[in-house]
C-alpha cells in the first residue's frame, strides 16, 4: 500500500498570501502635518525693505551694513560657537544612523578563516595517551563566507531608515539655526557696544560742558559776581556727570568683553579693531518682507526641523507597527576546508541555502503593542510641536516688524528732539554767560538735552535690535534643501548626499 503523501504548497501559497494582506495593513500617520498660516502678515510693514523676501539676499544680510568688521566677528564667532560644534557633531552621528538604517535592508556577508594544527583530524584529545600518540599530526585550513537577510516584508526596516534620513535632515536644519543664532547673537553684541560708544561720546561731552560751567563759576565766585551757592551746584553738577561717564565706559569695557568671549579673538584685537570703525554707524534702509508668511517660514531651520520631526516620528509609527507582524530571514554560507598530514591533502568544499526562517510573535506580554502605542504617541507630539513652532514664528516675525516700524517712525521725531533741545541749551547757556539766565535754567537746559541725547541712542539700539531679531525671525540666509534658491552649506554636506544607502 503506497502511503498517503500530504501536499503542502497550497498552504504555503495561503500563508504567502495572508502575510502579504498583512503587510498591506501596516499604515503609519501621514508623514507632514499641516498649520495654521495667516494669508498676509497683520503687522505695518516697514517700507522699503531691500531683500524683498529674495533668499540669497537674505544670505548677505550682514554685508548690507557695508561693515566687514561685523561680518568678520561673525564668522569667528560662529567658527568658535560650542553651540555650533555640537550641531555639527549631531550630523555626524545622525548621519552614522542613517547608514546603518539603509545597511539593514541589504544582505550582511562575514568572512571566516581559521587554522588548527592536532593530533586528530576533530581536534579531540583521543581516548588515551597511548592511542592518540599514534595518530599523525594533522593541519586544518578553513575559510568560508556567511550570509544572512531579513527580508524586509512588511516595511519595518524601510520605515527606519525613512526616520533616520529624517532626522540626518533635522540635524542639517538644527546646525544652520545654531549658525543664524550665533550670528544674531554677535550682532546684538555688536551694536550695543557701538551704541554704548556713542552714548560715551555724549556723556563725554556732557562732562566737559559741565566741568567748563563748574571752572567759570568758580571763578565768578572767587570775584565776587555768584553766589558761593551756585558755584556748589556747578561743581556737583560736574561731579554726576564725571561719575556717569566712568560708569558708561564701565559698561562698554563689558560689552567688549563679551565680544572677546563670542568671538574669541584677543581683546587687544578687538580693541584695535573696533577702533576703526566708526560708532555712529546707521542701519541699511529695511523694506517691505514678502506678504505671504510661509515665503519666510519656509526659511526658518527651526520650522523645518519640526517638520522633518513629524516625518521621523510617521516612520517611526510604520517601523513599530510591522515589528508587531512575521520575520522573515534568509541565511546561507560558502566554505573550504582543507586538511593536511604528512604529504597527504584533502579538501571538502561546502556550501548551504538556508535556514528559511519565519518568526511568529504570538506572545511578549502586549510589548509590541505598546510599543507602538508610544510611537503614535511620540507622533502627536511632534505634530503638537510643529504647529507651535509655526506660531512662534509668525508671532516672532509679526513682533519683529511691529518693533521695527515703531522705530522707523520715532527716528524723526527723536532727531528733531535733540535739534531742538540743543538750540535751546545754546541759547540759555549764552544767556547765563550775558547774566540774563540763573545757573538753575542752564542745568535744566543740560538735563533736557542729555535726556534727549540719550533716548535717541536708546532708539538707534532698539532699532538694530529689531533688525537683528527680523533676521532671526525670517530664518537668517537660510533655505529649506530642494527649493531652487537653496544654498546648504551645511559640514560635509556633499558626503551626507553620497553615503546614502538603500
Known amino acids: ?37 495667516p494669508a498676509q502678515w497683520h503687522a505695518p510693514v516697514p517700507a522699503p525693505l531691500a531683500h524683498v ?7 548677505d544680510w550682514w554685508r548690507q551694513l557695508d561693515d566687514p568688521l561685523l561680518v568678520r566677528l561673525i564668522e569667528a564667532a560662529q567658527t568658535v560657537s560650542p553651540t555650533v560644534a555640537s550641531a555639527a557633531a549631531r550630523i555626524t552621528e545622525a548621519r552614522g544612523t542613517r547608514v546603518q538604517a539603509g545597511a539593514a535592508l541589504l544582505p550582511t556577508l562575514d568572512g571566516t578563516l581559521s587554522a588548527q594544527r592536532s593530533n ?20 586544518t585550513l578553513q575559510a568560508g563566507l556567511q550570509s544572512s537577510w531579513e527580508i524586509d516584508l512588511f516595511g519595518g526596516r524601510r ?32 551694536f550695543a557696544e557701538r551704541a554704548c560708544q556713542r552714548q560715551l561720546a555724549v556723556a563725554e561731552s556732557d562732562a566737559r560742558s559741565r566741568g567748563e560751567t563748574a571752572r567759570l563759576t568758580d571763578l565768578s565766585a572767587k570775584a565776587g559776581f555768584t553766589a558761593p551757592a551756585d558755584a556748589a551746584l556747578a561743581r556737583a553738577s560736574a561731579a554726576d556727570a564725571s561719575a556717569r561717564l566712568t560708569q558708561q565706559g564701565a559698561q562698554c569695557a563689558v560689552l567688549r568683553t563679551g565680544l572677546v568671549a563670542l568671538t574669541g579673538i584677543d581683546p587687544t584685537e578687538i580693541d584695535r579693531q573696533l577702533a576703526t570703525v566708526s560708532a555712529d554707524r546707521a542701519l541699511p534702509a529695511v523694506q517691505v518682507v514678502a506678504s505671504v508668511p510661509a515665503q519666510m517660514l519656509a526659511q526658518r531651520p527651526d520650522v523645518f526641523a519640526a517638520e522633518l520631526g513629524v516625518a521621523a516620528a510617521s516612520a517611526e509609527v510604520g517601523a ?69 513652532s509655526v506660531r512662534t514664528a509668525v508671532r516672532e516675525v509679526e513682533e519683529a516688524l511691529v518693533n521695527l516700524q515703531a522705530t522707523d517712525a520715532r527716528t524723526g521725531d527723536a532727531d528733531t528732539a535733540v535739534q531742538n533741545y540743543q538750540a535751546s541749551f545754546d541759547a540759555t547757556q549764552a544767556r547765563y554767560q550775558s547774566g540774563l539766565a540763573s545757573l ?15 533716548s535717541r541712542v536708546a532708539l538707534q539700539r532698539e532699532r538694530a535690535e529689531a533688525w537683528v531679531a527680523l533676521y532671526r525671525a525670517t530664518g537668517g540666509g537660510w533655505a529649506r534643501p530642494g527649493t531652487a534658491l537653496a544654498n546648504d552649506t551645511s559640514p560635509s554636506s556633499a558626503q551626507t548626499k553620497t553615503a546614502k544607502t538603500p
Open 440 to 454: 538753575f535754567e542752564l542745568e535744566d537746559a543740560r538735563r533736557t538735552l542729555f535726556a534727549a541725547q540719550t
Open 159 to 190: 520605515a527606519s531608515r525613512d526616520a533616520a534620513d529624517a532626522q540626518l535632515q533635522s540635524a542639517s536644519a538644527k546646525w544652520h539655526d545654531a549658525r543664524v543664532s550665533v550670528a544674531a547673537e554677535t550682532a546684538n553684541q555688536y
Open 320 to 388: 513599530a507597527e510591522a515589528d508587531r507582524y512575521p520575520r522573515l530571514t534568509l541565511q546561507g554560507s560558502v566554505a573550504a576546508l582543507q586538511l593536511r598530514s604528512g604529504g597527504a591533502r584533502q579538501r571538502i568544499d561546502t556550501w548551504t541555502i538556508g535556514p528559511v526562517a519565519l518568526t511568529l510573535p504570538i506572545f511578549d506580554g502586549g510589548t509590541r503593542a505598546a510599543n507602538a502605542e508610544s510611537a503614535k504617541a511620540r507622533y502627536d507630539e511632534a505634530v503638537s510641536q510643529y504647529r507651535g
Open 120 to 139: 586528530s583530524p576533530a581536534g579531540g584529545t583521543g581516548s588515551s595517551t597511548g592511542a592518540s600518540a599514534s595518530l599523525p599530526a594533522v593541519t
Open 1 to 37: 500500500m503506497t502511503p498517503h503523501r500530504t501536499n503542502h504548497r497550497p498552504r504555503l501559497v495561503l500563508l504567502c498570501l495572508s502575510l502579504a494582506l498583512a503587510g498591506c495593513g501596516v499604515t503609519r500617520p501621514p508623514a507632514s502635518a499641516s498649520a495654521p498660516i
Open 53 to 59: 523676501g529674495s533668499l540669497p539676499a537674505l544670505a
